[in-house]
């Protein structure tokens, strides 16, 4: 596959050589079985707040978290949060969350958590262990997804009839497209033409998309050795 753009947090590859089973492969790979740190638990010491300590708990675990190659697979990082309305609103961030190991930490930190109104406190310690979005989306962290190059309409105008194209965002090297993702739905080649296939992949936590793309393969590649040795 070819990579036709990329940046930290984006991976673009074409290809006209792997079947839709496999792209889709693929992407349930880099979906659901990449491991990551993610909240599961949250003890309450004070919530005078208008929310409950469920639903809290529940937008804690789902907060992006760093990953560190070599944490243990029986790794629990706590996390503190200790936070007050005295004298106006406050709103909670996801940054307010302190870890206890420097490596696994809160990776989006602007998140909203929640408004206090004055008067009102949040005093928590949090858990976060090792997992895969296969056990629970809380583990998620990336995207993939696949379609037909043609289908990306990468263009600002269609190459034939001038109509308006709304731009894929994730692709910048216009040049390297297939001629029919440069062309409007009326003017594309028919269905089935064309075999080109744009993979995506897309991270949220700090390891780059190259990053979670190459972590996948290797786990589909643990998967087709254990299946291999099966049907020895």
Same mark, same amino acid.
């Given at each position: 596959?070819? !990579? @036709?753009?990329?940046?930290? #947090?984006?991976?673009? +590859?074409?290809s006209d050589k792997e079947s839709p089973a496999l792209l889709n492969a693929m992407r349930r790979a880099v979906i659901s079985e990449v491991p990551a740190m993610a909240i599961t638990e949250v003890d309450f010491y /004070?919530?005078?707040?208008? +929310? ?8 804690? *675990?789902?907060?992006? @978290? ?9 790794? #629990? ?5 200790? %936070?007050?309305? !005295?004298? /106006?609103? #406050? ?14 930490? !809160?990776? &989006? ?6 408004? +206090?109104? $004055? =008067?009102?406190?949040?005093?928590? /310690?949090?858990? %976060? ?13 990336? @995207? %993939?997804?696949? *379609?037909?190059? =043609? /289908?990306?309409k990468a263009a600002e105008k269609c190459k034939k009839c001038s109509n308006p194209l709304v731009p894929f965002q994730g692709i910048s090297g216009k040049k390297d497209l297939p001629e029919n993702s440069f062309l409007? %739905?009326?003017?594309? #080649? ?10 995506? !992949? ?13 972590? &996948? @393969? ?6 087709? $050795? ?5 049907? $020895?």
């Amino acid at each position: 596959m070819k !990579v @036709l753009n990329e940046d930290e #947090k984006t991976l673009v +590859l074409i290809s006209d050589k792997e079947s839709p089973a496999l792209l889709n492969a693929m992407r349930r790979a880099v979906i659901s079985e990449v491991p990551a740190m993610a909240i599961t638990e949250v003890d309450f010491y /004070e919530n005078n707040s208008a +929310l409950f300590n469920d639903y809290l708990a529940n937008r804690m *675990g789902l907060i992006p @978290l760093t990953w560190e190659e070599g944490i243990s697979d029986d790794a #629990k990082i706590s996390f503190s949060l200790n %936070a007050e309305a !005295v004298e /106006e609103i #406050k709103t909670v961030y996801s940054r307010d969350l302190v870890s206890s190991d420097e490596k696994i930490k !809160v990776f &989006a930190e602007n998140i909203p958590v929640i408004v +206090l109104n $004055k =008067g009102q406190k949040l005093r928590v /310690e949090a858990f %976060a262990v090792k997992g895969t979005a296969k056990t629970h989306a809380r583990f998620q962290s990336a @995207l %993939a997804s696949y *379609g037909k190059a =043609g /289908e990306f309409k990468a263009a600002e105008k269609c190459k034939k009839c001038s109509n308006p194209l709304v731009p894929f965002q994730g692709i910048s090297g216009k040049k390297d497209l297939p001629e029919n993702s440069f062309l409007c %739905a009326n003017c594309s #080649k028919p269905e089935g033409e064309g075999k080109e296939f744009l993979f995506v !992949v897309e991270s949220f936590n700090n390891l780059s998309a190259r990053e979670q793309y190459e972590r &996948a @393969l290797k786990v589909m590649e643990e998967k087709a $050795k254990v299946l291999a040795k099966e049907f $020895k």
